[in-house]
């Protein structure tokens, strides 16, 4: 019997919300002002087209993904992982399904905006994302500190 742990990744509702929290608040530093609160993580569920992925790592939730989708695009709105299940694969196995799930529904595109900087850039360039764009100091972090915010796609 193997001792390797399971990851799986299942839609989520309204009733998680509450459960991705702490894994906000572990995943975000709050210089940046990144993390969303439980009153915006449900005005986004309640967008049309707009999913929530909850990611399990043996059978505890450690992950989560918001994405919308609108036409031929996917917009990945954001993406986290605990803390504590950092390297174990949760981010990439999530990204894997936001693919699958586009592939699927046949779209042509995902992409994202994120802060210059975001460690999370290391996932997207190993899925092939690309910049496309970049906006001069648009995010604005702790101590009045001005980031740059880069558009990326995957073209699928």
């Not at 509450?18 to 993580?41: H, K, L, R, T």
């Not at 005005?43 to 909850?54: G, N």
Request: proline share 2%; hydrophobic share 40%; net charge negative.
């Amino acid at each position: 019997m193997s001792n390797k742990a399971k990851i799986s990744i299942n839609d989520g509702e309204a009733m998680d919300i509450a459960s991705i929290i702490p894994i906000m608040d572990s995943a975000f530093d709050p210089q940046f002002g990144e993390a969303w609160n439980s009153a915006q993580c449900l005005s986004m569920l309640a967008m049309p087209h707009t999913d929530l992925f909850i990611a399990l790592y043996d059978e505890q939730i450690c992950g989560f993904a918001f994405t919308r989708s609108l036409y031929e695009d996917v917009e990945l709105l954001m993406i986290a992982t605990h803390s504590d299940y950092e390297r174990k694969g949760i981010a990439t196995a999530l990204m894997q399904h936001i693919i699958k799930i586009a592939k699927r529904d046949s779209r042509e595109r995902i992409f994202l905006e994120m802060r210059e900087g975001n460690s999370a850039e290391i996932l997207y360039n190993y899925f092939g994302f690309e910049n496309i764009s970049e906006r001069k100091n648009y995010y604005k972090g702790s101590a009045n500190i001005h980031y740059n915010a880069i558009t990326k796609q995957l073209l699928i």
